[in-house]
């Protein structure tokens, strides 16, 4: 068993789920659909040439994050914030550039995280975030958290767009579901099971929110822009992240493991 400092057990690489933890993840996947949006419309990169810079960097900062040996916040959330970045213009080319339709590509990616769990738990007979003390659990834990954006964009897309119920329906509708699946685990639910659903709904969540904000009134956003938006969002996740960095929130050890 790997150590850290000492300690006889190893370190979990990845965050205590905590209210702080959410609310990371929600600025997260939010500021990654009005980031995506700012680099490859209003600065004029195009989705290509956008998604050629940000998946090379996402490379770089995911061999930054594998380079650590337990959970180091700014690492971490970094890789997020990338991964919902990227995660949103896989989504993009898909339906923009190549065609595909919503509905396709809302199944592909469900059907591709299913596969993904399914590997993971017959590989590692876990799905518990509270075990990701190795690098072949790591890497199934963030080919899984790349899914959940790109399903996350496609469903919202989806509900907001193609079936018009608008940004702030679809926003209420997946805060909802997210809650339903919160009190399920209070009631005592699977934990390991509600913890996944609920993080797969909070992408589409923070999305949709995220296109209320920045879409001009006439698409029925609020029309704060894409510029204004990513940076309010990107100021709070980086206090927030500070924070725990400063407080060392959200670090645990395997001991905690039977939670989640």
């Keep these: 068993m790997e150590s850290l400092d000492g300690v006889g057990e190893a370190a979990n690489r990845v965050p205590l789920v905590t209210l702080d933890f959410w609310l990371v993840k929600l600025l997260?996947?939010?500021m990654g659909e009005t980031a995506a949006d700012y680099l490859a419309v209003n600065l004029g990169l195009g989705l290509t040439t956008t998604s050629?810079?940000?998946?090379?960097?996402?490379?770089?900062?995911?061999?930054?994050?594998?380079?650590?040996?337990?959970?180091?916040?700014?690492?971490?959330?970094?890789?997020?914030?990338?991964?919902?970045?990227?995660?949103?213009?896989?989504?993009?080319?898909l339906v923009d550039n190549l065609g595909v339709r919503l509905e396709t590509t809302t199944i592909f990616f469900a059907a591709a995280l299913a596969v993904t769990f399914v590997l993971w738990y017959f590989w590692e007979e876990t799905l518990s975030i509270h075990s990701i003390v190795t690098t072949q659990r790591e890497i199934w834990y963030w080919l899984a958290i790349l899914?959940?954006?790109?399903?996350?964009?496609?469903?919202?897309?989806?509900?907001?767009e193609k079936f018009e119920l608008g940004y702030l329906a679809t926003g209420l509708l997946f805060l909802a579901i997210v809650m339903a699946f919160w009190a399920a685990y209070l009631l005592k639910a699977n934990a390991v099971l509600t913890f996944w659903l609920a993080y797969i709904f909070t992408r589409p969540l923070g999305a949709s929110f995220g296109d209320l904000l920045s879409q001009p009134v006439e698409y029925g956003g609020l029309g704060f822009g894409t510029i204004l938006t990513s940076l309010l969002f990107l100021i709070?996740?980086?206090?927030?992240?500070?924070?725990?960095?400063v407080t060392g929130r959200g670090r645990e050890y395997q001991g905690a493991e039977a939670r989640y």
């Design 28 to 30: 997260a996947v939010t």
């Design 52 to 93: 050629v810079i940000m998946s090379a960097l996402l490379a770089v900062f995911i061999i930054l994050q594998f380079s650590q040996r337990r959970y180091v916040p700014w690492a971490y959330w970094t890789c997020v914030v990338m991964i919902s970045i990227v995660g949103t213009l896989i989504t993009d080319n």
């Design 236 to 245: 709070l996740i980086v206090g927030t992240v500070a924070f725990m960095t």
């Design 147 to 160: 899914f959940t954006f790109s399903l996350g964009t496609a469903a919202g897309d989806l509900v907001a």
